[in-house]
C-alpha cells in the first residue's frame, strides 16, 4: 500500500504541534499514539479492502423498498449525530411515518427491540430513549444487525422512512442518502485512522457521502470561513455542504426550570457522560464561572457508588441556590437514579442554510416516493 509522504509523517507532525503544553498523561496518550502508527497502517489497509470489496459487489450489500438514510462520521463520537437526526424528524414528521433505527450502544438486551413505555436505558440504550420520549409518534427501534432491524420495522409498522443512527460504516444495508457529519474543530480531513488518530475509516469515506454538515460550528461564522473549509474537505460536485451550531435551550428542564439568563445566581455542578462535553462547559461558562465539572467516559454505566459521591457533593454546597445538571442524553440514563438532577436540551441549528437543507431532504423523498 503506498502511501503520501504527508500521511507518512503525519504523527511526526501532530506529536510536535501538540506535545508542547500538554499535561503529563496526555503527553504519554500522545506519545503511545505515535508509537501505535503501523497498527494504523494495518487497521488502514483492513478497512480499505472491506470498502473496496463492498463497492465492487464482493460483499453485499442490502438494498429496500422504502428510503434509508444514514447518518454518521468518520470519527469516533461526539460529532452530534443525535441532535441532527432528531433535526430530520422535525422535517420529516409531519409528511412521513418516520422509523428511527440505532444499535442502542451500551445496553445490556440484543436482538430487536421497538420501544414502547416499559422500557429502560439500559434496555435499548440512551439516545434511543431520548427520541422516543421527545418524538411519541415516531416509532424507535433497536438492532445491532440493522438488516433485521429493518425488515422486523416493515413487517411490525407502516413507515415511509428509515433513519439509521450511526450507520455510515454498517455497509450491510445500501442506505439511499448518506449523511456526514464532521466537527468544526476536528475535521476528517485533519485526522487519521484509529489507533493513532480518531477515524474509523480513512478520509477516502467521505466520498460515499451525499450531504456533509460540518457541526458545531461558531453561530458567527463567516462565508470566507465556510469557503476556506469547503475547499480543505474538498466535497465533489454531487455532495452539498452545510455547517449547523449548536442551539441550547433558554432554560434548564428536570427538577429545575431554570432560566438561562437566571444561572448566574447558581452553584452548578455539571455532571457529564458524554464524548465532547467541551462545547456545553464552554456555553455555561458564559452564564455562570461557578461551574463545577463532575466529567466520565461516553456513555457511562454509572455505579451505585458513583451516584452516591454525585450526591454527596451536591449536598456539600452549601447554598440554597445551587443546580445539579446534566445533558439529555446522560439524563435519560440518570433521572431514576438522582431526583434532583436537571439538564438542559440542545439541538441543531444551521448557521444559514436551513431552509436549502430542509428543501434537500424533502426532496430526495420526493424523488423516492
Known amino acids: 500500500m503506498s502511501l503520501k509522504i504527508e500521511e507518512k509523517f503525519y504523527c511526526i507532525f501532530v506529536l510536535l504541534i501538540h506535545f508542547q503544553g500538554l499535561s503529563l498523561k496526555k503527553q504519554f496518550l500522545s506519545l503511545l499514539r505515535f508509537f501505535l ?52 424528524i422535525k422535517v420529516l414528521q ?39 420520549k421527545k418524538f411519541p409518534k415516531v416509532c424507535v427501534a433497536v438492532d445491532e444487525n440493522r438488516v433485521n432491524g429493518i425488515r422486523e420495522l416493515q413487517q411490525k409498522q407502516s413507515i415511509d422512512v428509515v433513519l439509521l443512527d450511526d450507520a455510515y460504516q454498517h455497509r450491510k444495508v445500501k442506505a439511499d ?47 470566507e470561513k465556510q469557503q476556506d473549509i469547503k475547499r480543505k474537505l474538498k466535497a465533489t460536485s454531487k455532495q452539498q455542504v452545510f455547517f449547523s451550531s449548536i442551539s441550547y435551550h433558554n432554560k434548564t428542564s428536570g427538577y429545575l426550570n431554570i432560566p438561562l439568563d437566571s444561572l448566574s445566581n447558581y452553584e452548578i455542578v455539571l455532571l457529564t457522560g458524554i464524548a465532547n462535553p ?28 458513583e451516584i452516591d459521591t454525585i450526591i454527596a457533593k451536591y449536598n456539600a454546597i452549601p447554598s440554597e441556590k445551587k443546580i445539579l445538571l446534566t445533558t439529555e442524553k446522560d439524563y435519560m440514563r440518570l433521572s431514576n437514579k438522582i431526583s434532583s438532577l436537571s439538564y438542559l436540551k440542545m439541538s441543531t441549528k444551521f448557521v444559514e442554510e436551513d431552509y436549502q437543507f430542509n428543501t434537500s431532504v424533502k426532496s430526495f423523498m420526493k424523488v423516492l416516493e
Open 94 to 132: 409531519n409528511n412521513y411515518k418516520i422509523a428511527v433505527l440505532s444499535r442502542g450502544y451500551k445496553r445490556k438486551t440484543k436482538g430487536f427491540i421497538l420501544i414502547d413505555g416499559t422500557h429502560t436505558s439500559e434496555d435499548v440504550g440512551d439516545e434511543p430513549l431520548q427520541f422516543f
Open 278 to 305: 467541551t462545547p456545553l462547559l464552554s456555553f455555561l461558562k458564559t452564564k455562570n464561572n461557578k461551574i463545577y465539572h463532575l466529567k466520565y467516559s461516553d456513555h457511562h454505566n454509572f455505579t451505585s457508588k
Open 177 to 223: 442518502c448518506y449523511i456526514l457529519l464532521t466537527k468544526f474543530d476536528d475535521l476528517y480531513t485533519d485526522d487519521f485512522v484509529l489507533p493513532t488518530g480518531n477515524l474509523r475509516e480513512n478520509k477516502g469515506g467521505a466520498k460515499r457521502a451525499h450531504i456533509i454538515i460540518v457541526t458545531k460550528c461558531p453561530i458567527d461564522l463567516s462565508s
Open 37 to 88: 502508527y503501523p497498527f494504523s497502517l494495518l487497521y488502514d489497509l483492513v478497512t480499505r479492502i472491506r470498502n473496496l470489496f463492498y463497492d465492487l459487489g464482493f460483499f453485499k450489500s442490502k438494498t429496500f423498498s422504502i428510503p434509508i438514510i444514514a447518518v454518521g462520521n468518520l470519527s469516533v463520537g461526539g460529532t452530534g449525530k443525535t441532535p441532527q437526526i432528531e433535526y430530520l
